[in-house]
Structures are given as structure tokens and as C-alpha cells.
Nanobody, 125 residues
Framework: QDQLVESGGGLVQAGGSLRLSCAAS????????FGWFRQAPGKEREFVGA????????FYADSVRGRFTLSRDTAKNTVYLQMNNLKPDDTAVYYC??????????????????WGQGTQVTVSS
């Protein structure tokens, strides 16, 4: 069964860091594009960042660019989201997604066909 499992969320003070992991199992996701989205209470799900397979590109939302960094370990079928200088506005449930969508449309949730269950990130002020 194809599965994406996020981990690494938690409670952190503003200015702190967390690293989220997204472990893929059930099939080889090595050629997939991966994206991260988040949803805060009462708000719509929003794009955070994406990393494409080919060409190898990274995309970030303006709100996180310069603070968040994506990486992938193909051998481990795992994608990471390093989050630095966290702010209270970053508080949300973070979701990992995988898909074969267009590299140039990875900001759209429609480009992904597999989703994780989410991990909570809470940033206190």
C-alpha cells in the first residue's frame, strides 16, 4: 500500500527550528515530485514548498522563502523540510504530498495524488 508518513512536528518557540520528514513506502517514489502544504485552523490549505524530480528544482512560498529548505534522500525514499526561524504564523498541520504532476505547476495541490496524514507544528511567541 502506497503511503506517505510525516514526522518531526512539535512545539517550538519563535525563532526555533524543526525538521519535518516525509517517508514514502509501498512504491518507489524516487522519480516523483514532492510538495509540502499546510493548513492552519480556520484557514485554507496553502502551498509551502515543492521539490521536483527532473529538472531538480525547488519552489517556495514567499512566506517561507529564505527560512525553509527542502531536500530529498532518494535512497531512503524520504523528503525533508528544514524550517528555521519559525514564526507563530507558521503554526499549522503540515502535509506531505507526492505526484507526477507538471514541474511548473507544483504549487497546486491538484498536481499530487498521494498525501500523508499530516504533522502538527506549533510555534509559540
Amino acid at each position: 500500500q502506497d503511503q506517505l508518513v510525516e514526522s518531526g512536528g512539535g512545539l517550538v518557540q519563535a525563532g526555533g527550528s524543526l525538521r519535518l520528514s516525509c517517508a514514502a513506502s509501498g512504491r518507489t517514489f524516487s522519480r516523483y515530485n514532492f510538495g509540502w502544504f499546510r493548513q492552519a485552523p480556520g484557514k485554507e490549505r496553502e502551498f509551502v514548498g515543492a521539490i521536483s524530480w527532473s529538472p531538480a528544482l525547488e519552489f517556495y512560498a514567499d512566506s517561507v522563502r529564505g527560512r525553509f529548505t527542502l531536500s530529498r534522500d532518494t535512497a531512503k525514499n524520504t523528503v525533508y523540510l528544514q524550517m528555521n526561524n519559525l514564526k507563530p504564523d507558521d503554526t499549522a498541520v503540515y502535509y506531505c504530498a507526492a505526484g507526477f504532476g507538471s514541474t511548473w505547476s507544483l504549487r497546486s495541490a491538484d498536481e499530487y495524488d498521494s498525501w500523508g496524514q499530516g504533522t502538527q507544528v506549533t510555534v509559540s511567541s
